[in-house]
């Protein structure tokens, strides 16, 4: 069961290349949180991500909220992902047809196919990658939920998981991974439902659990990844010494 297996029995029991890599990254960073950097100038991204680097597998970015984008920022991104060793999730949620999803995947001005190591989509055109929501009365849920399992089972050379709030299966090379997360739990004025590290990595079992501003706005963000990166791992170890 994936949820009691370590990082590095699944790295190993996964096929696709970049999981492998994911999985290997959370193992010797011992950090299985992703930050979300929803900054909208990119000397303040470059500056946060740098900052955080260091406690993280994964930076998630929004690049269309980003005010003054340029392949400058795209490269600079990608040096810091090498200095501090971690994937760079550009958070497109693509839901159109194939061809369109085609030309805003690797054309446009983002060419988000050029430098993104994961991105995601939801599974409402079908077959695609897979998307469940965090914000309150939101539609993905019951057979939404299985037609996506389905789907990233029958395409796992390109699926390396889902965007759940808990759990949905446990196949070992699926990455679970939750948004809205915060220490201190709560939420904002606009529905998102905020739930602590460990509710999500022990409870519900899920592995990876993504950050915005409970790290991004904050007036010490590196110590707070690193307060994160503890707690959500300390909650996988328990989980899987159980
Ligand atoms: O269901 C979701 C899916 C995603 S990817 N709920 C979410 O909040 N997200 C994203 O996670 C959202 O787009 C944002 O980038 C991040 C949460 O940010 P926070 O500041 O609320 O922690």
């Known amino acids: 069961l994936a949820s009691s297996m370590t ?3 699944r790295g190993e029991a996964a096929q696709n290349l970049v999981a492998r890599r994911l999985f290997n990254i959370m193992e010797n960073k011992q950090s299985n949180l992703a930050v979300s950097v929803d900054l909208t100038k990119s ?12 406690h993280v597998c994964v930076v998630k970015t929004h690049v269309d ?16 992902a090498e200095k501090h060793n971690f994937l760079i999730f550009e958070d497109r949620k693509y839901a159109d047809i194939g061809n369109t999803v085609c030309h805003q995947y690797g054309g446009g001005i983002y060419k988000v196919a050029d430098w993104a190591h994961i991105t995601n989509a939801h599974t409402v ?24 399992l389905k789907i990233a089972r029958d395409h796992s050379d390109f699926v390396i998981g889902f965007i759940c709030q808990s759990r949905i299966c446990e196949d070992p090379e699926f990455i679970c991974m939750t948004p809205g997360v915060k220490l201190e739990g709560g939420g904002d004025s606009l529905g998102q439902q905020y739930t602590t590290p460990r509710d999500a990595v022990f ?20 110590a707070v990844a690193n307060e994160y990166r503890l707690a959500a791992f300390a909650s996988y170890q328990e989980r899987i010494s159980q």
């Open 125 to 148: 055109p079908g077959p695609g990658v897979v998307q469940e929501m965090s914000s309150s009365g939101n539609l993905a849920t019951g057979e939404y939920t299985k037609e996506t």
């Open 43 to 54: 000397a303040d991204i470059i500056k946060m991500v740098d900052q955080v680097g260091p």
């Open 65 to 80: 909220i980003i005010e003054d984008f340029t392949a400058d920022f795209v490269s600079k991104l990608q040096k810091l």
């Open 203 to 222: 409870s519900r079992r899920t592995d990876l659990v993504i950050v915005g501003r409970g790290i991004t706005g904050v007036t010490n963000p590196e």
């Open 7 to 9: 990082f590095k029995q």
